[in-house]
């Protein structure tokens, strides 16, 4: 039977390192593989609304085709399961909420994984606005976790690739 996630440790020491609050992600720390992509998901005060609305109840990932438990608006501290379905697998993957931004002009989250997940690290995602576009980035730090994951990360490497593609289309109308 798996740990409770009240039991589980942090997979990484830098939390909060995705930065997710900054418009610049300039320090990037050394170990890691890092990501970072800005997406257009359209225009106006609707948009910016609705997908603020929805990455914060956590449907870039949803939408992406993961399960998220327990549902809900995100929560600095919070610790939940992903499950991500990969063909026939269901992979669990524990994390907790790093930090969320809830600003005028920008809204989203990073999330740090636990041990048990399939990578060590964090990833963020950040909505924000210029004028009248809503961009999204995308953000991440990655490494080999410790344990039994480690032989599959070349694997969990090109899963990521996909689920990234996805999370860009995720907020579009």
Do not use: N
Not at 30 to 58: I, K
């Amino acid at each position: 039977m798996p740990r409770p996630l009240s039991e589980r440790s942090a997979t990484y020491d830098e939390v909060g390192a995705t930065c997710p609050a900054e418009p610049e992600w300039r320090a990037r720390p050394r170990g890691y593989r890092s990501f970072e992509r800005t997406v257009v998901v359209g225009h106006g005060e609707h948009l910016w609304r609705s997908a603020s609305a929805a990455l914060l109840a956590w449907e870039v990932k949803t939408c992406s085709g993961f399960e998220v438990h327990p549902a809900g608006r995100v929560r600095t501290g919070q610790r939940l399961e992903l499950l991500a379905r990969i063909g026939p697998l269901r992979l669990r993957e524990p994390v907790f909420i790093a930090a969320v931004v809830d600003e005028p002009d920008r809204r989203g989250f990073a999330y740090g994984t636990l041990d048990g997940h399939p990578v060590a690290g964090e990833e963020a995602f950040v909505l924000h606005r210029e004028g009248d576009e809503v961009w999204l980035t995308l953000r991440s730090l990655t490494r080999p976790p410790r344990g039994r994951w480690r032989l599959a990360f070349p694997a969990v490497l090109v899963a990521q690739r996909v689920y990234r593609r996805r999370y860009a289309r995720a907020l579009r109308p």
